[in-house]
Nanobody
């Protein structure tokens, strides 16, 4: 079992920055993937980005590329989502997820955190 807990979500003004953290505990996939998804009110959950535990290269969705970055600290079993130049359209609950393989589909991730709310005011 893998337990995931996100933190760092809060209310921020447009143009601001936030860093979300996702701490993993329990049995982790040493060669697996960590991903970030988000779900805005009334919308389906959407892929934000992912990174492998064995790589420093992250893949970001086009909607956030150039503004968001993903990094990881294996020793702390923590993955970060750095979000810059935030807009009201980034308002959502942000979830981290763990799985065996890198995929942009939420069906590919077996473990999920409870989510953290990010609200961007205009």
């Amino acid at each position: 079992q893998v337990q995931l807990v996100e933190s760092g979500g809060e209310l921020v003004q447009a143009g601001g920055s936030l860093r979300l953290s996702c701490s993993a505990s329990g049995s982790t996939f040493s060669n697996g993937a960590m991903a970030w998804f988000r779900q805005a009110p009334g919308k389906e959950r959407e892929f934000v980005g992912h990174i492998a535990w064995t790589s420093t290269t992250a893949y970001l969705d086009n909607s956030v590329k150039g503004r968001f970055t993903i990094s990881r600290d294996n020793a702390k079993k923590t993955v970060y989502l750095q979000m810059n130049s935030l807009t009201p359209e980034d308002t959502a609950v942000y979830y981290c997820a763990a799985g065996e393989f890198l995929t942009t589909s939420d069906r590919g991730y077996h473990y999920w955190g409870p989510g953290t709310q990010v609200t961007v005011s205009s």
